[in-house]
């Protein structure tokens, strides 16, 4: 029986969030590849080559051929390795759905992350609030349309929304030290609970980014973008 | 097992059409609801509580929103005449340039027609761009494709993600350029890019799935108008 002789490389910095994605996926998979830290002050040629419209990472060059986008190279693993344990589910309602909250993930949620990391004083208030209100929302809809997240377990096979939610908001410990505390067990329960039992499962735990260095990086992202 | 399909639509937006496009091109019969706007219908506040927005489709009770991931929700419940080709690489080539076209041209080309006079400039250069490089992607092809049967024979069959993401730049820039009076796109700038919207627009199912071009200029003529009176 053929195997699949396959050369996966994946361009990415240690920090970034979207890239834990794409690591999460290929481990959980299974999958072998190489990993490239890429400067992003000083991008490599290879890098611009193979990505010229987005200049970002992360990049997978699969046999040679680039997938960029970190949604989109989750669904291109989960398509060609369509072996299990499955990324998305198989009833297209529910990956409907699970594509539906991802978007507003990445669109409302992460992009007030940033939000609140560039502002100050009483605009950081308001992005926090606003944030805040957002993370509700979220917290809601997914407790009505997928309630198996919140109540977790770490021996779970990693899918689609642990993977695009987890990869950042697991590191909420290092976002609530350097920049404002915004994941409380108070505030969003629910949403607590399943980042925390995330957190400890094997697979996060080892690809996550170390604390301290990820609240430094934060720390001096702030100080830099005001 | 009878099978019910609605769309909350709305007649000017691309994003509804789309949709509308896309149940065409598989023949699935369904029931097409006006949302007005002015007074959001308490149906549509229930089916999409969280963006408040069309188009929204509801399957046997069961509502979607958000107009790329029905594209792909029909393309995996109703066979034939796919609008995703087979092939996982190039089914991820077509999710990013219709991610692109949602990201960066259509917000670049809106902030362009309609932005703050400040804005304006930037934005124009950033459309020209991301058009350069959209037409760059579409290289010899007639249609962006990757639908259907396949082929580069064109016809309504090869209509894929890519085309029908792309109504936005292949029929209303036309026209807020008219109501604005600028001009982005023009065949002499991307002679490719045009050669494609006259191809889609050759397509029955995209044509007769457009706004009238006369009421949608009226549209955007007044709203021109009313932007100028509150200033």
Not at chain 1, 17 to 24: E, F, I, K, N, P
Not at chain 2, 49 to 71: D, F, M, R, T
Not at chain 2, 186 to 193: K, Q
Request: some cysteine; charged content about 30%.
């Amino acid at each position: 029986m053929e195997e699949k002789q396959s050369e996966v490389k994946l361009f990415g910095t240690w920090a970034s969030g979207y890239c834990t994605r794409v690591v999460l996926a290929l481990k959980a998979k299974g999958i072998p590849y190489r990993y490239i830290e890429e400067d992003l002050k000083n991008k490599s040629e290879l890098f611009l080559r193979y990505n010229p419209v987005h200049k970002k990472v992360p990049l997978l060059l699969h046999n040679g051929r680039p997938v960029s986008e970190s949604l989109i190279i989750l669904e291109y693993i989960d398509e060609y390795w369509n072996h299990s344990p499955k990324i998305l589910p198989d009833d297209p309602y529910k990956r409907a759905k699970v594509r539906f909250w991802a978007d507003f993930y990445d669109r409302k949620l992460k992009e007030g992350t940033v939000a609140i990391m560039t502002s100050r004083g009483k605009e950081k208030e308001k992005a926090i609030e606003g944030f805040l209100e957002l993370l509700k929302v979220f917290e809601e809809g997914i407790a009505k349309d997928f309630p198996e997240k919140l109540t977790f377990s770490n021996s779970q096979p990693l899918d689609f929304l642990d993977i695009i939610v987890g990869s950042s908001a697991c590191n909420y410990e290092a976002y609530n030290e350097a920049v404002a505390v915004v994941v409380d067990p108070k505030r969003n329960p629910l949403f607590f609970q399943w980042m925390t039992a995330l957190k400890e499962c094997p697979l996060m735990k080892e690809s996550l980014p170390p604390h301290d260095k990820l609240v430094a990086k934060m720390k001096s992202f702030q100080s830099r973008s005001v | 097992m009878a099978e019910e399909v609605k769309l909350f639509g709305l007649w000017g937006s691309p994003f509804s059409r789309r949709v509308e496009i896309a149940l065409k091109i598989k023949g699935v019969k369904y029931e097409y609801i006006e949302d007005d706007l002015q007074n959001k219908s308490a149906l549509l506040l229930k089916y999409n509580p969280v963006h408040k927005k069309v188009p929204v489709l509801l399957h046997n009770g069961k509502p979607i929103a958000e107009s790329l991931v029905l594209l792909e929700y029909i393309d995996e419940t109703w066979e034939g005449n796919p609008n995703l080709p087979p092939d996982p690489y190039e089914r991820a080539q077509a999710r990013f340039w219709a991610k692109f076209i949602d990201e960066k041209c259509l917000p670049a080309l809106w902030k362009a027609l309609f932005g703050e006079e400040s804005e304006q400039e930037k934005a124009m250069e950033e459309a020209l761009q991301n058009l350069k490089m959209l037409e760059k992607e579409l290289k010899d092809k007639r249609l962006f494709g990757g639908g259907g049967g396949g082929g580069g024979g064109g016809g309504e069959e090869s209509i894929g993600l890519v085309d029908i993401a792309a109504n936005f730049i292949a029929y209303w820039v036309g026209i807020i350029q008219e109501a604005v009076g600028a001009e982005i796109l023009n065949r002499e700038r991307f002679p490719v890019l045009y050669k494609w919207i006259d191809e889609l627009l050759s397509c029955s199912v995209i044509r007769e799935n457009l706004p009238p071009r006369d009421k949608m200029l009226a549209y955007f003529i007044s709203r021109v108008q009313a932007a100028k009176a509150s200033k």
